[in-house]
């Protein structure tokens, strides 16, 4: 597979990820939300840290949320740089098929929520309580300070645990409880497809000399 179709699927990804983010963002006041199935609603959250809101600062106490928000987006550039070369190296290598498109789906996911932690502090205003404007006169942050923008939610199991369970009975259980965004989605499916496909994904030597020489 050429680094040209791969390209192409990066560029898919993020396009239809940014579309829809900034239809949210231009649309929706944050908490709104609209139900599309009884299992499936639109719900605009915004996420300050990484996967299902965690911050840095969560994890280590005497680090500020602003340190711990610049050091994620660093961390997130440095890690996207990585993936490149990986996906670079894989077309090089004349990788299989399943491989490179896994690395691309991975790939556009990071860049997509990289263009929000990156840019969206600059462009858009505050979401509380009103909608948001593309290109605000007034943004809410700066460069390397922006939200990542999410509205996928599922709660297809929304009920609470049964009395005689220890420790959690009584209390409310949702699945599935976190909200995410088409960007996360892609690199949810490349991952996962990797684990599923991994001897497809990561032929033997043997296996691959097997096959050139068929």
Not at 44 to 65: C, Q, R, Y
Not at 110 to 135: K, Q, R, W
Request: net charge neutral; hydrophobic share 50%; with cysteine.
């Amino acid at each position: 597979m050429s680094l040209k179709k791969a390209a192409l699927i990066i560029f898919l990804v993020v396009l239809i990820d940014q579309i829809s983010k900034i239809y949210i963002k231009t649309h929706f006041v944050l908490g709104e939300s609209v139900t599309v199935f009884s299992w499936f609603k639109i719900l605009f959250i915004e996420n300050e840290g990484a996967a299902w809101g965690t911050k840095l600062s969560d994890i280590i106490p005497f680090i500020s949320d602003e340190a711990g928000k610049i050091a994620l987006t660093v961390f997130r550039l440095f890690a996207i740089c990585g993936i490149g070369y990986w996906l670079y190296d894989a077309v090089k290598k004349n990788s299989p098929r399943i491989l490179i498109i896994c690395i691309a789906l991975i790939f556009a996911g990071a860049l997509g929520n990289i263009v929000d932690s990156v840019f969206y502090g600059l462009v858009f205003n505050e979401s509380h309580n009103e909608v948001a404007t593309l290109f605000a006169a007034e943004p809410y942050g700066k460069l390397f300070h922006g939200k990542v923008v999410d509205m996928l939610y599922f709660p297809m199991v929304n009920t609470t645990w049964p009395d005689w369970v220890p420790g959690l009975g009584g209390r409310a259980f949702r699945f599935f409880e976190p909200v995410f965004n088409l960007a996360d989605s892609a690199i949810f499916i490349g991952v996962v497809t990797l684990l599923i496909f991994n001897k497809q994904a990561f032929p033997k030597k043997e296996e691959t000399a097997t096959q050139e020489n068929a």
